[in-house]
């Protein structure tokens, strides 16, 4: 009876209905398209202006909050141990719960011990997932911990001692998803080993392995490394788990890990330096597959074995994405190159709306966030581009924070903007709402 429970709490999970459409209880929001059904949202705030609280925080990290109701979640490693020291942050890996109301901090919890810089991240990088009742979270050492929301630990486990050691060569960063009363996590590498990649399932309310099945690809050197978060495609009453990396994109089904169908051209030139790290994004029966900037696909789903030729349309042009992961609502689909270059393609056809177009100047690597008809961009130095969603190009408002480096993707629930940077996790809207 309890796994039963569990189950139909991690489907509810996916389902924004109710109340819950005001939750984000995952990287990428409740459809894991980075689209939230947040309302009122302010287009202008500064350090005075339109910020309900904010809450210091030990470190920083490229982890995005993940919210239901009134609790706020967020991994990161404990303060630096120096002053001076400014990454990775110190050794110990913590999940912390906040409150929604003031950001005052409930609990925090030890995940790890370890924490390490690699490139634009460290050992915290992976996002939460929580279906209200429990909150799942895997640090880049590969350790798997379920708690309670109270706090209190259910189960832990080690992949890289179960499985072998990660072979990524900027290390472990893939967000768990839930489905089905199952935690489903990738590992998808090859640059610094030569164990295959796979994909694993563990029973969320115990952890026991579910399902594992390898992931096999003929990338080469650096190519096989994949940074990104599995996302869920809904057809035709059934579902499928999405993944991207190895030069391709993969539908397995979610009860057996079994791979379904495989689309490749995300490496059509065989580079050895095509990692990926933008995440797939799933919009009604469109499948969209970043890589390494170019090509970008768009697939209609559908079929089985090879569906290299469900491709509907690709982008090889200007602003594409590398870090930061797209956003769409089904009519328009917008992306940001890490330069800061916006852009809005029609969803359906690529067909460019408006784009390139120039935002705040800085690196971006903060996925866009859409919502109360607005394109939210969050630069590295905390500088936030309001766009207008839709057919024209018009910037709403242009907004400076602390000047922190900024790596986590803004999020949004209710009538409030969340946006964290290096120190603080700020809580952005109206006053009184």
């Known amino acids: 009876m309890v796994g039963r429970i569990v189950r139909m709490v991690c489907i509810v999970a996916l389902v924004p209905i109710g109340v819950q459409a005001d939750n984000w209880p995952q990287w990428r929001g409740p459809q894991q398209d980075g689209v939230s059904t947040a309302k009122n949202l302010p287009a202008s705030w500064s350090l005075e202006e339109n910020i309900i609280w904010k809450a210091e925080l030990p470190s920083w990290s490229g982890s995005t909050p993940i919210i239901w109701e009134d609790r706020i979640f967020l991994t990161s490693p404990s303060p630096a141990q ?51 009742a429990h909150v799942w979270v895997v640090t880049g050492n590969g350790v798997v911990t379920c708690l309670d929301v109270a706090g209190k630990a259910v189960w832990s486990r080690d992949l890289q ?21 199952k935690l489903i996590l990738q590992v998808l590498h090859g640059m610094r080993t030569d164990d295959p990649s796979y994909v694993v399932a563990l029973d969320a309310e115990n952890g026991k ?9 003929d990338a080469i050197r650096e190519s096989p490394d994949s940074y990104t978060t599995p996302t869920l495609l809904k057809r035709d009453d059934k579902t499928q788990i999405v993944i991207t990396g190895g030069d391709c994109v993969t539908g397995h089904d979610p009860d057996t890990g079994r791979e379904v169908w495989r689309a490749n051209g995300l490496n059509p030139g065989r580079r050895g330096n095509y990692r990926i790290v933008a995440s797939p994004v799933v919009v009604g029966d469109m499948i969209y597959a970043p890589t390494r900037q170019r090509p970008l696909l768009a697939l209609a789903a559908g079929g089985t074995g090879d569906v290299s030729d469900n491709v509907v349309w690709k982008w090889e042009g200007a602003a594409a994405p590398d870090v930061p992961t797209p956003t769409s609502d089904g009519k328009y689909f917008y992306m940001v190159d890490d330069r800061g270059r916006a852009m809005c393609l029609d969803a359906k056809t690529g067909a460019v709306v408006w784009g390139p177009e120039r935002t705040a100047q800085g690196i971006v690597s903060a996925s866009p966030h859409l919502a109360d008809g607005k394109l939210f961009l969050l630069n590295e130095d905390a500088v936030t581009t309001v766009l207008a969603a839709g057919p024209k190009f018009e910037v709403l408002g242009t907004n400076e924070l602390d000047g922190t480096y900024t790596l ?5 629930s209710g009538s409030q903007l969340f946006i964290r940077t290096a120190t603080h996790l700020y809580c952005i809207g109206y006053s009184g709402e």
Not at 93 to 112: F, H, V
């Open 209 to 217: 392995e579910v399902w594992r099945k390898e992931r096999p690809t």
């Open 82 to 132: 120096r002053p001076e020291e400014q990454q990775p942050g110190g050794p110990e890996i913590y999940i912390l719960c906040l409150s929604k109301k003031d950001g005052s901090e409930l609990w925090r919890y030890k995940l790890d011990e370890g924490n390490v810089l690699r490139r634009k991240h460290n050992t915290t990088s992976p996002s939460p997932v929580t279906d209200g």
């Open 161 to 181: 001692k179960d499985y072998g050691r990660f072979g990524l060569l900027f290390g472990y960063a893939s967000s768990p998803i839930l489905y089905d009363g």
């Open 408 to 412: 986590s993707s803004p999020v949004s």
